[in-house]
């Protein structure tokens, strides 16, 4: 991927050829019987404490934003699935050596990156949207602080349920 493609792809707003969107309109109309985090893939590589630490952050975080949308006793309803395969922290936040693609630091970037899925009532994937963010190191606050990596790992779940709640519905 190019520095110009990867910094569009960091904040998640670009589609990608990864995406597969649900058919117009039904995104305005979807409900969801539940949505739930899947941070497996991090736990399979042996970042198991990172996934439970994901997992906490965003799942009242999807909760809170596709509130409007869930249908607990709906059993045609669908299931959201924000699916964490990868996550990056920068070894050091601050002063980076200057990148040309990120504006000054990409030593100092933190990234996430997964899926939002759309599974039917029937088990079947019915739409995927792909999502990559970046964060600077530095956005959780002061590195000497002794939770700062729970804190990174925090705002990056956050800002990932933030945008599969605009991936997939839109807004």
Do not use: K
């Amino acid at each position: 991927m190019t520095g110009a493609a990867l910094a569009a792809a960091a904040v998640g707003g670009c589609v990608t050829s990864r995406d597969v969107p649900l058919p117009a309109g039904e995104a305005a109309a979807l409900r969801l019987r539940s949505v739930r985090v899947d941070a497996g893939p991090l736990r399979a590589r042996g970042l198991a404490p990172w996934a439970d630490q994901v997992r906490a952050a965003m799942q009242p975080e999807l909760e809170t934003l596709f509130a409007a949308r869930l249908a607990p006793g709906d059993r045609q309803a669908d299931t959201l699935v924000a699916r964490v395969d990868s996550i990056s922290l920068a070894s050091w936040a601050g002063g980076g050596g200057g990148d040309r693609w990120f504006g000054g630091g990409g030593s100092d970037t933190d990234y996430m990156e997964g899926y939002a899925l759309v599974i039917g009532a029937n088990g079947a994937e019915r739409a995927r949207y792909h999502i990559l963010l970046a964060l600077p190191a530095s956005s959780a606050g002061a590195w000497y602080r002794p939770d700062i990596d729970n804190r990174r790992i925090a705002g990056l779940a956050r800002t990932f349920a933030g945008w599969a709640h605009r991936r997939v519905i839109g807004r």
